[in-house]
Structures are given as C-alpha cells and as structure tokens.
C-alpha cells in the first residue's frame, strides 16, 4: 500500500510516514524525509534557533541546580527575533552555513546567577565556548564533573593531549562527557580508543 507525501508529492510506502490518528491510512500526510526536513528548517529559523536556546537555558538551569529562567519562553523570543545584534549574528550563521562555531548564543555574566535579561549577553557559541573553557582554567567555573581535568593516553600509557576538563576533551575528540568520566572513574577502560586520567596539577 502506498500514498503520495503532500509535501514532495512523491508516491511512497506507508512505512515512509510515521503514524498519525486520524491521518489517511492512520499515517501522517507528510513523509519521513520531508517531515526532518522541515524540523530542520525551522530551527534554522530565527523563532525555531531561540526556542532551542531557550530550551537549553532551562537543562542548564536544572543541570546547574540553579532557578529556571526568569523570563517566559515568549518573552525571550519577543525580546530578540528582532533584536540588530541577533539578527546580525544569525545572518552570519546563516553565511558560514550554519556552522556551530557561529551560531548566536547567550552567555551569562554572573554563572552563579540565573538566565535573565539583565544577566545575559549575545556571542557567537565559540565565543562563549571559549570564555567557558577560559572560566574553568582560571578556577572560576561553577563545578560539576565536566570539569575535571584529564589526560588522553594510548593504550600502552603514551600521554597524547592535555585538557582543562573533560568538556573540552569530549568537545576536542568528538566523545561523550560522560563515557571518558566512566573511564576517569575506572569504570570503563576507553573511550575513543583512549585511556583517559585526571590530570594531577602540576605534572
């Protein structure tokens, strides 16, 4: 049995829609494909990019054990989908074809305090990446296991790199925070193919 995507107008198996009460063959009216097509061009959209912001100010919030945001989810994306220095940076996301490193970000001033709109300002993510990494080098980091500094070794004890924590080793080596942790804790005994210790300071 099949049925025609109302979006690519492309004739398709059923499995290719995902279930919808209701819909047509109880199937959604828009396929697989053109569905995360569409998800993704919405939050390549200035409202869709400061949802997905909000939404990762209220994990970091809980994360970080500190009060949620002190602005609504509508108050933020009103405040800033027409704000010139937003609108700037997106559109420089938007040429650099969407790279991360230029994505707009909103970093707070005081990491002791929560999101609020005398508490934040705009960078691009490396921007506020790099100040994160700079905070924890210089010990003025909110704690927390990401934290700890490591050293990637071989497998046969050769010392391959140095971080400041294992956020900037998982970030560097394209690795989960919490796998190289497992195996900082002597709970796994690799991650990426790598031994991974805290570093003792001074060595």
């Not at 819909?23 to 061009?41: A, H, I, P, Q, W």
């Not at 869709?48 to 609504?72: A, W």
């Not at 790099?130 to 497998?155: C, E, F, M, Q, Y």
Request: a positive charge; glycine letters at 6%; one cysteine or more.
């Amino acid at each position: 049995m099949t049925k025609v995507c109302s979006r690519c107008n492309i004739e398709l198996t059923l499995d290719k829609f995902l279930d919808k009460v209701g819909g047509k063959f109880n199937k959604d009216s828009v396929c697989k494909s053109c569905k995360r097509d569409l998800s993704t061009e919405f939050k390549r959209s200035k409202r869709g990019l400061l949802l997905k912001i909000y939404s990762g100010q209220k994990r970091s919030s809980d994360k970080r054990k500190i009060v949620q945001p002190l602005y609504t989810k509508e108050d933020f994306v009103n405040k800033y989908i027409n704000d010139l220095k937003f609108i700037n940076l997106y559109n420089s996301w938007i040429e650099n074809n969407y790279d991360r490193w230029h994505t707009p970000s909103f970093d707070r001033l005081d990491d002791y305090k929560p999101y609020s709109f005398d508490n934040i300002e705009l960078k691009t993510w490396k921007e506020n990446s790099d100040k994160a990494a700079a905070n924890r080098r210089d010990g003025i980091s909110t704690p927390g296991a990401r934290n700890i500094p490591v050293t990637k070794l071989t497998l046969d004890g050769k010392v391959v790199c140095k971080y400041i924590s294992i956020g900037q080793a998982a970030r560097e080596c394209g690795l989960n925070t919490g796998n190289i942790l497992q195996v900082v804790k002597g709970k796994n005994k690799t991650s990426g193919g790598y031994r991974w210790e805290e570093t003792i300071l001074g060595t």
